[in-house]
């Protein structure tokens, strides 16, 4: 026998609140109609569900036990409708996020954190990859948004690309090296020393070729390349080999991994930090709200960056 849980639901109401009207008004629904679904609940059964004559009302043992069924079923459909809602404002969720290794280890890991810590209820999967591979995981469906550096010419017309923050690379070094008691830095300072190369797959080793190239230094001895930030960040802390990274990634890096960017100009990016998604895909709701927080992160790190460079120009 299959019974209708809204009948039991109703049932249960009634049981609480002690009566035929008290439940109905408790459910916004008329007393005629509450006590029609009663009755047809009791057909269903072949049992009466409350005692004859009986004032206040008074279930049945029969009675009693399918409210009791009732009470749970309306605690589990009030659970779900809560989770529903928290989807649909992006409060609960899975995002599949992958980016570029340096940024996403230098910088965006570090907002993922700040992000679940006021919205645990959101899984977050993370990979790495660079454009091709990224773009490719967006349109078949692995992938919901890619977090990359990109000029507006590279955005493929079936996607979306949404800027977060201005290319800016420098000559990264631990926060000891020699040429840190340096003023100005010149292309002879830097000349003995060797060089930290990015994964060659990854932008970031063309920006050295080209960053070096414009200060005059084609050509330079590379003692360590490919690796993860961890492990550049390692290499750097325990020689005095030099690399070329996003000022964001040393900007946030200097307290934890002692990196420091040396005073010297380089060439910058013409490419811009942001996010990647696919135009024909139904993003899920916590994706707008980690965007929203992405974008207020991100803007408050340029604020703290812009301030840092006025108060180092003063001083100098």
Same mark, same amino acid.
């Given at each position: ?31 005629? &109609? ?10 269903? =059964? ?12 008074? $279930? ?6 399918? #409210?009791?069924? +009732? ?16 989807? *649909?404002?992006?409060?609960?969720? *899975?995002?599949?996020? #992958?980016?570029?290794? =340096? ?16 919205? $645990? ?5 993370? &990979?790495?990859? /660079? ?21 507006? &010419? ?5 996607? !979306? ?31 003995? /020393?060797?060089?930290?190369? %990015?994964?060659?797959? @990854? %932008?970031?080793? *063309? ?15 590379? &003692?360590? @390349? +490919? +690796?993860?930030? #961890? ?14 990274? $996003? /000022? ?66 003063? !001083?100098?």
């Amino acid at each position: 026998m299959k019974l209708d849980s809204e009948h039991l639901e109703i049932l249960a109401m009634i049981v609480d609140k002690g009566g035929l009207t008290e439940g109905a008004e408790a459910l916004g629904k008329s007393q005629p &109609s509450v006590s029609r679904t009663m009755a047809l609940l009791e057909d269903r =059964i072949g049992a009466a569900l409350f005692e004859p004559g009986k004032r206040p009302l008074r $279930p049945t043992e029969l009675g009693e036990s399918l #409210a009791r069924i +009732g009470a749970r079923i309306h605690a589990l459909n009030a659970e779900a409708s809560a989770l529903v809602q928290s989807y *649909r404002k992006g409060h609960t969720g *899975r995002l599949r996020i #992958a980016g570029t290794p =340096i940024f996403m280890d230098g910088v965006v890991s570090t907002l993922i954190a700040d992000f679940q810590m006021r919205h $645990p209820e959101v899984q977050i999967a993370q &990979s790495y990859g /660079y454009f091709d591979q990224l773009a490719a995981s967006l349109r078949n469906g692995t992938l919901d948004v890619a977090i990359l550096p990109l000029h507006p &010419s590279m955005v493929p017309a079936d996607m !979306r690309f949404v800027p977060l923050l201005a290319g800016r690379n420098v000559i990264a070094c631990r926060a000891g090296h020699p040429l840190m008691r340096r003023g100005a830095v010149t292309l002879a300072d830097i000349e003995p /020393y060797p060089w930290i190369a %990015p994964p060659p797959d @990854s %932008p970031l080793y *063309r920006d050295l070729q080209r960053a070096l190239k414009s200060i005059g230094k084609e050509d330079f001895k590379v &003692s360590f @390349s +490919g +690796g993860t930030l #961890a492990s550049i960040n390692s290499v750097l802390a325990r020689s005095d080999a030099l690399t070329v990274l $996003p /000022y964001s990634v040393v900007f946030l890096s200097r307290k934890s991994a002692g990196l420091e960017a040396l005073g010297i100009k380089i060439e910058h990016p013409d490419r811009q930090l942001g996010f990647l998604t696919h135009e024909a895909a139904t993003p899920p709701p916590a994706l707008r709200r980690f965007a929203d927080f992405l974008t207020d992160e991100f803007n408050l790190l340029e604020a703290r960056i812009q301030h840092e460079s006025q108060v180092t120009r003063r !001083r100098g």
